[in-house]
């Protein structure tokens, strides 16, 4: 029976569903595990189930026992793993794409529709029955006939279009390539990102986080956007520059920001507390019963296919 290390705590019936089919190492407490924690307790196994918040860089994986050959990844993200240092040491990465979709796309137009119609600024002064209604109390902005700019339109910038359209948004796309015109649905490509950032009232962050989409959002992207707009991100808190963002917030240059997502999860940048329209949530993209049960099963699926065949239809290196 192969050995697998699970370094984070799953829903019940995942773990059952794991012990039935290997010899795991569960985490009980679901402590985080420092690099040094991880390795040493991959002794002996043949493969990890990994989340977002293990940092598996170059270092970590060099020190892997020779015995490992899979990380199969709780997440569709997987910049949390240096994928060219698996590939060096001939372990295969694996991720769960499809089945956080619609949970995830869920999740990015609640950022819209909070940081559009000040939700955080709501709730303050719903909780302290410190408000009155007034003609102008928390207006905001309406999102019929607003346009979106999704930054990445892979599944969840697609579900997160097909929404946002029903919501009367004008949808502006930017993407690695054109869609075709099935999945583009009547939205408008941009081949270049400057042109994307220059027509979104809102934009909407949901490309995977690489070397090359590190910090795009930074402050020369801020400035492309139209005076008071909306930021929004549902993808990774390593694409957008935080400072940055908190400038142009201090600046009046972006009206609201709504993330799920930040740089060092989970200690948000103070920068953005002293905002009352910034709209944030602590990661929240795939958290439902479903989809989270659906993607840890096919995190251990991942593993099995790979065991049995030596390759994977969702192996990513
Ligand atoms: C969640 O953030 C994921 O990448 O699965």
Known sequence: MKKILVTRK???SNEDKLKSLYDVKLNLNDELYSQDKLIELSK????????????LDDQTISKLPESIKIL?????????????????RNIAVTNTPEVLTDATAEIGILLILGACRRAAEGIEGAKASNWKWSADYLIGKQLTGTRLGILGMGRIGQKIAKIARSLGMIIHYHNRSKLNDEKENGAIYHEKLDSLLSVSDVLSVCCP???????LINKEALEKLPQGAVVTNVARGDIVDDEALIDALDRRKVYAVGLDVYKGEPNLNPGYTKHKSAFILPHLGSATKETRTAMANLAIDNMTEFFETGGCKNKVN
């Open 10 to 12: 799953l829903l019940r």
């Open 209 to 215: 986080a690489s070397k090359e989409t590190i910090n």
């Open 44 to 55: 002996g196994c043949d493969g990890i189930l990994s989340a977002l918040t293990d940092k």
């Open 72 to 88: 199969s990844n709780f997440a569709v993200g997987f910049g949390n793993i240096d994928l060219e240092a698996a590939k060096k």
